[in-house]
């Protein structure tokens, strides 16, 4: 009788307890899922919204606590690295797992370069300020871009010319159907402009755990970028991968809004690469159109330029607008939700479409639907 009242309050307690946490026992303590958590501030759109459940992954050894999880409550999850190119609903359902992997190692030396392997969860812009302190080269260019190390496969970042391909060693992931960690190299990842795999074939089915980079110990700098290059020539200093990496910070800072500041997720569109012959239509139609030739039959259009050329700069809408200084980038200083954010993108790509004949793709991923999908 007294032992089945002591069972019965010790059952009860642990109810309560697996109300507030999802605990894994044995040597998994610290595997501790919490529920109804607060994205805001975990993403730099700054959007309303919360996860169901939410957990950080600290260690790789509590993947398989994440697999059961999943599989227990029959849900899904959502990777988070810093939250800097996402559109999240008000109310994801599932699990959110904040990648908390931390940590970086030589994995390989020559006279001429280095391979370094960095944990995912790294911040991606102290890991470039980080290899440019140790005079380590390739990624300066690549300075200031917010986020982890591990989302900068997803969307093959770049800027000024470089990107984490021309880098990239491998990855390990794992897989999150049956817990297989795999290694990808540069090919298998199928890296192109701003798109891999793992926005492809391996979308949500993967967790990126470990990123190697190679980098040259000898100068190697990528300055054929415009913008850079003449930043670069005018600031009159020596060339090394630091003063590099302080002329892009330079140049970020001047157009681009600080998230902190005002809330934003970078590019919102992707730059549109169309034909050759819908090229020279809309040469002839805008002589000072800017565009880059991608190879003989494709070119790239400046989406930012195509949104300044159709009033879009500045301009506010429901208090969401394209920023001043750069009309690629959506700003959200009223922390309006994602349904908002999506409405305004679409009567900006609707009025492109309409004035240019063109398609803009939006580049954070989306996490809701937009309205013409709804409809
Ligand atoms: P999140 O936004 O957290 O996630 C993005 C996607 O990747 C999500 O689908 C997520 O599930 C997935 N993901 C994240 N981590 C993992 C993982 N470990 N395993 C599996 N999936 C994962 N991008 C550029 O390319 N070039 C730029 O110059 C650039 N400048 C920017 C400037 C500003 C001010 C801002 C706000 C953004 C900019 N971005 C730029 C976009 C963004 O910073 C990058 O895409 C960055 O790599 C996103 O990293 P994150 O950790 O914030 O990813
Ligand atoms: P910018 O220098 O004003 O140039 C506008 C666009 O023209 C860029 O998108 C760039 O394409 C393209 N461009 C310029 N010179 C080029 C060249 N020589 N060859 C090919 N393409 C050229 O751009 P910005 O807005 O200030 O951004 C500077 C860099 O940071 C760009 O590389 C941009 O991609 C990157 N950035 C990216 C994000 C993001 O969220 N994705 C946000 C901010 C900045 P590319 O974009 O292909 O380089």
């Known amino acids: 009788m007294v032992i089945n009242t002591i069972l019965r309050e010790q059952y009860s307690l642990l109810k309560m ?143 000024y010319g470089v990107e984490l391909a021309s880098c990239f060693e491998y990855l390990e992931a794992v897989n999150l159907i049956n817990g297989v960690k795999i290694r990808l190299n540069k090919n298998q990842c199928e890296f192109a402009y701003r798109d891999s795999i793992f926005k492809n074939r391996l979308k949500d089915k993967m967790i990126i755990t470990t990123v190697a980079l190679r980098l040259y110990k000898k100068p190697m700098f990528t300055l054929d970028y415009p913008a850079l290059s003449e930043a670069f020539t005018a600031s009159k200093l020596s060339l090394t991968a630091q003063n590099i990496a302080q002329t892009v910070m330079s140049i970020r800072r001047s157009k681009l809004p600080d998230p902190a500041d005002i809330p934003n997720a970078g590019s919102f569109f992707k730059n549109p690469v169309i034909d050759k012959a819908d090229y020279e239509r809309l040469h002839e139609q805008f002589s000072d159109l800017v565009a880059y030739p991608v190879d003989g039959q494709q070119y790239k259009l400046a989406a930012g330029w195509l949104l300044d050329k159709a009033g879009w700069k500045g301009k506010i809408v429901n208090a969401i607008s394209m920023h001043n200084k750069q009309a690629l980038v959506l700003t959200n200083p009223q922390k309006c939700n994602g349904e908002r954010l999506l409405a305004f993108a679409e009567q900006v790509s609707d009025s492109i479409r309409v004035m240019f004949d063109v398609r803009l793709d939006i580049e954070p991923r989306l996490y809701l639907s937009t309205p013409s999908e709804r409809d």
């Open 17 to 159: 307890l697996q109300q507030r946490y999802w605990h894994v026992y044995g040597n998994n303590m610290d595997f501790n899922v919490r529920e109804n958590v607060d994205l805001q501030p975990l993403n730099t759109l700054a959007v309303p919204a919360m996860a169901k459940w939410f957990v950080e992954l600290e260690s790789e050894k509590h993947i398989g606590n994440v697999l059961s999880f999943l599989e227990q409550k029959k849900c899904e999850l959502l990777v988070l690295g810093g939250g800097s190119n996402i559109v999240l609903p008000e109310c994801f359902p599932g699990l959110v797992l904040k990648n908390a992997l931390m940590g970086k190692s030589v994995i390989d030396e020559t006279k001429n370069d280095i391979v370094i392997e960095f944990s995912a969860g790294e911040n991606w812009h102290d890991a470039v300020m980080w290899c440019v302190e140790q005079d380590y080269h390739g990624i300066e260019n690549l300075a200031l871009i917010p986020g982890t190390v591990g989302a900068a496969p997803i969307q093959n970042i770049g800027a």
